[in-house]
């Protein structure tokens, strides 16, 4: 995601560190961890810090895993989760058991209905095939009347990167049932883990074709030996409490947060989509966002609002209202 238009990035002096990140309004918003030797993070996040100091930014940093709380723990700085990041293991994935059961019907029904899976990337794919998957893209967001979000979340332009993989569901008669794109993780230049990014699909598809895709896509990096599928972050989702454990006293933060989530429901269904991907039973790694000051949260808020919907029409924030006020 760090490739992606509209980020740019701080480098370290020797080139080996890096921080991609966007200035919306004088807040610099980092995307995600710093890209590093594991033991070079403190360094990066405290190089990019000074960086910030230097231009008059405020550093936030988003969207970063728990192995960095440390850092920002011994700098004194607030952090908060933003959102549940949900991830399988595709090398030890077994689908036997009850809680499997709606994953494996949805399984059975797409090899009964002759649903086929193809694992290809944008450059390779037949015109046919890269027509329908624009055709029901942009039936998806015209249907939505909404501002589609980006900063974390892939559109179009972003399937079309050669190192993204397209993992896509066909009916018999050769029409496009479901995309999915995956985005590449490396160590040592092999490819050790994938997350999922667009997901679409067509009218016409079969009931439970999204369960049929990414289990079936599961299973293809099993035999691949994929050590990690992360179904992605749900942003402002908490995973679900360890029976016996008591949940987190609520603050005005996380109350603020619930509240924007439930406002935000009916226009991005961001609580449908974490319960979707719990039939997949995964684990959950909290992701966080880090700041300063809390002074400067409502400007914070507003630059992180600005980079997930940079190209909102007039007109989509109209319906983005109406939407919220149903």
């Known amino acids: 995601m760090g490739t992606w238009a509209g980020n740019v990035y701080w480098f370290s002096d020797d080139g080996e560190a890096s921080v991609a990140y966007r200035v919306i309004n004088g807040v610099a918003i980092t995307l995600s961890d710093p890209i590093c030797a594991p033991e070079r993070g403190s360094e ?141 993780d490396y160590r040592n230049g092999e490819v050790v883990s994938y997350t999922i990014d667009f ?41 679900p409490v360890v029976p016996g454990e008591e949940p987190e006293p609520p603050t005005v933060m996380t109350r603020l947060l619930a509240f924007l989530a439930q406002t935000l429901e009916p226009a991005y269904g961001f609580s449908t989509l974490f319960k979707f991907k719990s039939k997949f039973n995964p684990t959950h790694e909290t992701i966080y966002m880090a700041y300063l000051d809390p002074v400067t949260l409502p400007v914070i808020g507003a630059a992180i609002g600005s980079a997930y919907l940079p190209n909102a029409t007039p007109q989509e924030y109209l319906a983005l209202a109406k939407t919220l006020r149903k």
């Open 199 to 239: 997901m679409r699909r067509g009218d016409n598809s079969i009931g439970g074709i999204m369960e049929f895709i990414i289990a079936s896509a599961a299973l293809h990096m099993q035999k691949d030996g994929i050590e990690v599928l992360s179904l992605s972050a749900a942003p402002l989702a908490e995973k």
């Open 44 to 184: 990066a996040i405290n190089g990019f810090i000074a960086f910030c100091d230097e231009n008059s930014y405020i550093p936030v940093f988003y969207s970063f895993h728990e192995r960095y709380l440390p850092v920002f723990q011994a700098l004194d700085w607030q952090y908060m989760s933003v959102g549940e990041e949900t991830l399988m293991s595709p090398v030890t994935l077994d689908m036997a058991g009850k809680p499997w059961q709606k994953v494996r019907q949805a399984l059975n029904r797409g090899n009964k209905e002759g649903i086929t899976t193809l694992w290809t990337t944008w450059d390779d794919l037949p015109t046919s095939l890269s027509n329908q998957i624009t055709a029901i893209s942009e039936q998806w967001v015209a249907e939505k009347e909404l501002p589609e979000m980006g900063f974390t979340l892939g559109a179009m332009p972003e399937l079309k990167d050669p190192e993204v993989k397209l993992f896509l569901a066909l009916g018999p008669d050769g029409q496009m049932q479901a995309i999915t794109s995956w985005l590449p």
